[in-house]
Every structure is written in structure tokens, then in C-alpha cells.
């Protein structure tokens, strides 16, 4: 069953610590991207990655850390460097095309920060 | 830098209406227009895909259409049902995917 998991589907920590939120898929596509949701407004974007050991900021980089070392998986680490993390966090890969294929999503982490 | 706003907010009705729901872009540079649909606490579903050489697309109740002059898609949804109710986004891909807040629907039974 193709998708993408993201796990845990919860999490809580402490200020100060580090948190790396897991995201890995099977539609062996190229293309990965982490998102933040706040609620009432849209996603805003973190970083991505167009291929394996290349990964760009997005809009909204600081305070976060990406890898990819693998095709099928892109983790997001928030740093305690991140001022507000307390966020819904979306992973989503794409398909190949530069604009013909649709973004797929994961169900999301949710994370607390206090 | 693109900005993208989705009309109404909210929006509740009663069950077996047509409704539309908006999507507008500052740029008219649309490349990939996607609607999604997003459960609570969930991640966003695909519902349709508009390619920039495309206008409109269907899937059942679904249509969703593109006018590029003007910067505006709409999805249009046929008698409503109680398990529509979700928010709806609109995205569309350029550089990266920009993300309207999304139009959030009751569809009461």
C-alpha cells in the first residue's frame, strides 16, 4: 500500500529539547517537503528536498534542520532554537514533472511544546 | 510573493445544496492548481488537479475550475452531503506550493 507514513501522530516535549519528527515514504518520488500548520492560515513551508543529499530552506527555515540521506525518507528535526513550535507538522512528497503530478500528504504530527 | 485567499471562510448549509467555493491568486502565474480537503487533526487529500494546460476538471460531485486571466479557480460541489463537511484548500504549484487558509464546511444533516 503506497503512501507516506509520519509518525508519532503526537508529541510532546519540554522547551529546550530537540525533537526530530519522522517522515517516509514508498511512492518513490523525488521530490519531499515539510510544512507547518497553525491554525487559521495555510500551510507555510519549511524546507525541501528535490533529491537525495540536497535539500533547500522554504519560507520559514530557522529554527529547523532536514536530511536526506535516503530516497523514502526526510526527517525534520525542531531545534529549541524554534521560538513557537507548538505547530501541526506536514510532511508531502511529489511526483515526477516539474508541475504535472499532484502533492501527496501524510496524516501529520501534532506537537506540544510547554 | 504569491498570496492566496479562499471565500468564505466557513460556510454551512443545510444537506442536498450546490455550492461553490473560491480561490483566488495575487499572480496569475498558475501552474498546478490542486484542491484538497483536510479532515480534523488530519492531513490534506487530493481531490483534483488542474494542470496549467487545463481549465476545468471532474471526480463525481466534484468540478473544479480555472480562469488564469483573472487568477481564480472554483470548486464546485453538487448535492452536498453531511460527510463533505471538512475544510477545503486550494494550492497552487510554482516554484514551490502556495496554500490559501482554506474555506471550512458544514454540511448539516
Known amino acids: 500500500d503506497g503512501g507516506i507514513t509520519q509518525s508519532p501522530k503526537y508529541l510532546f516535549r519540554k522547551e529546550g529539547q530537540n525533537v526530530t519528527l519522522s517522515c517516509e515514504q514508498n511512492l518513490n518520488h523525488d521530490a519531499m517537503y515539510w510544512y507547518r500548520q497553525d491554525p487559521g492560515q495555510g500551510l507555510r513551508l519549511i524546507y525541501y528536498s528535490q533529491i537525495v543529499n540536497d535539500f533547500q530552506k522554504g519560507d520559514i527555515a530557522e529554527g529547523y534542520s532536514v536530511s536526506r540521506e535516503k530516497k523514502e525518507s526526510f526527517p525534520l528535526t525542531v531545534t529549541s532554537a524554534q521560538k513557537n513550535p507548538t505547530a501541526f507538522y506536514l510532511c508531502?512528497?511529489?511526483?515526477?514533472?516539474?508541475?504535472?503530478?499532484?502533492?501527496?500528504f501524510g496524516n501529520g504530527t501534532r506537537l506540544t511544546v510547554t | 510573493k504569491q498570496e492566496v485567499t479562499q471565500i468564505p471562510a466557513a460556510l454551512s448549509v443545510p444537506e442536498g445544496e450546490n455550492l461553490v467555493l473560491n480561490c483566488s491568486f495575487t499572480d496569475s502565474a498558475i501552474y498546478n492548481l490542486q484542491w484538497f480537503r483536510q479532515d480534523p487533526g488530519k492531513g490534506l487529500t487530493s481531490l483534483l488537479l488542474?494542470?496549467?494546460?487545463?481549465r476545468e476538471q471532474t471526480s463525481g460531485r466534484l468540478n473544479a475550475s480555472l480562469d488564469k486571466s483573472s487568477g481564480r479557480s472554483t470548486l464546485y460541489i453538487a448535492a452536498s452531503q453531511p460527510g463533505d463537511s471538512a475544510t477545503y484548500l486550494c494550492g497552487n504549484y510554482g516554484q514551490n506550493f502556495v496554500f490559501g487558509p482554506g474555506t471550512r464546511l458544514s454540511v448539516l444533516p
Open positions: 508531502a512528497t511529489k511526483g515526477p514533472g516539474a508541475q504535472g503530478s499532484p502533492l501527496h
Open positions: 488542474i494542470q496549467s494546460s487545463q
